[in-house]
């Protein structure tokens, strides 16, 4: 059977939510992720911001020198995470194999249910309906033969858009004399190698195929399938998801390696509550650190399958520990190897713990759920909290780069 594949992208989500929420923010150009005094990068911006070339991932020095007139403001992740719940409810009616890019954007592997609900297009179409209708924020739509067709499709009619690719031929017809970024696969640095020999769209790629593989090997026979419209990879379930974690980015460097793990304790927790909600468990846990330079490096350590606070922290704490001392901007955590199946057996971060440890975590994450994650806070996580806001060091820029 013809896979039938949809990729949901949610316009410009986080400055849709805050004009949801306070109308009088339509129409300007709404920049969040920080303010233009402090350090950061654009999270998202509405489409009025993206007119004077602001865009994701953007420093905000530069995005204000483009935009001096703009709105910033800071992300606000619980608005943006409820909403998002909402939309990934709806896209659940519709198919069980939903594989969640990110808060705003995910594929759903319709084959075997669009015949349910009258074909593709008028799936398409009442998702967008209800997507309007109860949570009040547009969607792009897009329907294709593959991952690849789907998400090129989304992209097409950008806002509140919608396009379907129904094939291989159809999808090479409409982007063979496009960039070759457009292909799957081909970030900034491939683009350069193929364009040193010449190759800058993707009617070059089809037409130069030896020269591809002589430079590129395996990755290169790859983009070269994906050109020709051949794509084989498959839509996973979000349960199957491989990591989940989130970052800081501080308005100042950071020297101090005890203000550095308080830093880590906090985000510790909001992981382990992320991950609680989710009935998932970690089996590595990574660090990530941005210095100064802009040098970023990763330390890893596996082990027993755990959602806990403590294990999350300590460990990640014990990979801070080893790492060069120099001046840090980012810091971060990731819950890697993500599992439905927890362990059972006790670790060494067990050994003098109390053993009712696990009836707590239960009784402060039902009170979290009813209240707010902010409700209970173990004595360790309030000494943290009073420990920032004494500090001398400056806080974190409230901006979240989570990853899921």
């Given at each position: 059977m013809d896979r039938i594949i949809m990729h949901i992208d949610m316009d410009a989500f986080f400055a849709a939510v805050e004009i949801r929420d306070n109308p009088g923010l339509g129409g300007k150009p709404l920049i969040i992720g920080a303010l233009p005094s402090e350090r950061g990068v654009v999270a998202t911006c509405s489409y009025e911001a993206r007119v004077f070339g602001v865009r994701s991932a953007m420093s905000i020095k530069e995005a204000y020198r483009r935009c001096p007139h703009g709105v910033y403001m800071h992300p606000s992740m619980g608005k943006y995470a409820a909403a998002s719940r909402q939309v990934h409810k709806i896209w659940g009616d519709y198919t069980d194999i939903c594989e969640y890019i990110s808060l705003d954007e995910g594929f759903l592997d319709i084959t075997g249910t669009s015949h349910l609900f009258g074909g593709a297009t008028a799936m398409a179409r009442e998702i967008k309906r209800r997507t309007v209708d109860e949570v009040g924020l547009t969607c792009s739509v897009g329907v294709g033969y593959s991952?690849?067709?789907?998400?090129?499709?989304s992209e097409e009619k950008k806002p509140d858009g919608f396009f379907v690719i129904p094939?291989?031929?159809?999808?090479?017809?409409?982007?063979?004399?496009?960039?070759?970024?457009?292909i799957y696969g081909v970030g900034a640095k491939t683009a350069e190698e193929l364009q040193k020999i010449g190759i800058t769209t993707v009617r070059h790629v089809l037409e130069n195929s030896q020269a591809v593989v002589a430079i590129l090997g395996n990755h290169g026979r790859q983009i070269i399938e994906l050109a020709a419209g051949v794509d084989t990879r498959r839509v996973t379930a979000y349960s199957e998801a491989k990591s989940i974690g989130t970052e800081q980015t501080f308005q100042q460097d950071i020297t101090d390696f005890d203000y550095l793990k308080?830093?880590?304790?906090?985000?510790?927790?909001?992981?382990?509550?992320?991950?609680?909600?989710?009935?998932?468990?970690a089996?590595?846990?990574?660090?990530?650190?941005?210095?100064?330079?802009m040098k970023s490096i990763t330390r890893s350590k596996s082990g027993e399958a755990t959602d806990k606070t403590a294990v999350i922290y300590e460990t990640a704490a014990e990979l801070l520990d080893k790492i060069e001392r120099r001046p840090i901007r980012l810091i971060g955590i990731t819950l890697n190897n993500l599992t439905e199946t927890p362990n059972l057996q006790f670790t060494l971060f067990d050994e003098g713990r109390d053993l009712d440890d696990d009836k707590l975590s239960d009784a402060m994450m039902k009170l979290q759920l009813k209240y707010g994650r902010g409700i209970v806070k173990t004595a360790s996580v309030l000494r943290a909290e009073k420990r920032l806001t004494e500090s001398d060091e400056p806080a974190e820029t409230p901006q979240d780069n989570s990853q899921a």
């Open positions: 991952m690849m067709s789907a998400k090129l499709a094939t291989a031929q159809d999808l090479k017809n409409l982007i063979i004399d496009r960039n070759v970024r457009v308080d830093v880590l304790l906090l985000t510790a927790q909001r992981l382990s509550f992320d991950i609680k909600l989710k009935k998932l468990y089996n590595t846990i990574t660090l990530k650190v941005t210095y100064f330079d």
